[in-house]
């Protein structure tokens, strides 16, 4: 099992846009709360974490690119 994004389940409402963005399909409501799925290696793509109205969705990585060099 790969690291995802991290899910508060106390806040998480189940809506459901999280779900509709992951273009990996790695993510279903179960019991009125996301779950990634296992199987499903995440992108880290975050747009799961964007468009969460609650803010219960985190993505505790940031890629950063040196334009610099």
């Known amino acids: 099992m790969t690291a995802k994004p991290i899910i508060n389940v106390n806040i998480c409402n189940g809506c459901g846009?999280?779900?509709?963005?992951?273009?990996?399909?790695?993510?279903?409501?179960?019991?009125?709360?996301?779950?990634?799925?296992?199987?499903?290696?995440?992108?880290?793509?975050?747009?799961?974490?964007m468009v969460c109205p609650l803010d219960a969705i985190s993505c505790p990585f940031e890629i950063v690119l040196d334009e610099s060099q």
């Open 17 to 49: 846009y999280c779900v509709t963005v992951c273009h990996l399909n790695g993510l279903l409501i179960i019991n009125k709360v996301a779950v990634f799925l296992d199987e499903v290696e995440c992108d880290w793509c975050t747009h799961c974490e």
